[in-house]
C-alpha cells in the first residue's frame, strides 16, 4: 500500500509563500498522478491541485494562479508552491496518489497520510 509523508505547513501571514512536499513510497511513482488536497474545519476536503505522470497540472478555481504544483519522479516526490496565501488557504493540506479518467478526473487511492497543517493569520 503506497505510503504519503507530508510536510512544510505552518504559520504565515496573509499574502506569505509556503511550499508544502509529500514523499511516496511502495508505488512508482512515475506512473502516478498525484493529488493535494486540503480540509478546513467543518467542511469536506477538497481537491486543490493535481498533476498527471506526464507533468499537465489541473487546479481549483480557488487556487488559479497562486498555487504552482509539481514532481520530482527521481525522488518520489510531489509539490505544492503555495503564493499570496489567503486566511481561507488555512487548512490540513494532504496529498494522495491515482489516476485520470479519460474526462481528466482525479481518482485517488486514498491512503492518506497525517497531513500538514497550514494557517494563514495576521
Known amino acids: 500500500q503506497v505510503q504519503l509523508v507530508e510536510s512544510g505547513g505552518g504559520l504565515v501571514q496573509p499574502g506569505g509563500s509556503l511550499r508544502l512536499s509529500c514523499v511516496a513510497s511502495?508505488?512508482?511513482?512515475?506512473?502516478?498522478?498525484m493529488g493535494w488536497y486540503r480540509q478546513a474545519p467543518g467542511k469536506q476536503r477538497e481537491l486543490v491541485a493535481v498533476?498527471?505522470?506526464?507533468?499537465?497540472?489541473n487546479y481549483a478555481d480557488s487556487v488559479k494562479g497562486r498555487f504552482t504544483i509539481s514532481r520530482d519522479n527521481a525522488k518520489n516526490t510531489v509539490y505544492l508552491q503555495m503564493n499570496n496565501l489567503k486566511p481561507e488557504d488555512t487548512a490540513v493540506y494532504y496529498c494522495?496518489?491515482?489516476?485520470?479518467?479519460?474526462?481528466?478526473?482525479?481518482?485517488?487511492?486514498?491512503?492518506w497520510g497525517q497531513g500538514t497543517q497550514v494557517t494563514v493569520s495576521s
Open positions: 494522495d496518489a491515482g489516476r485520470t479518467t479519460s474526462s481528466g478526473t482525479f481518482v485517488g487511492a486514498g491512503s
Open positions: 511502495r508505488i512508482t511513482f512515475s506512473a502516478y498522478a
Open positions: 498533476i498527471k505522470s506526464g507533468g499537465s497540472t
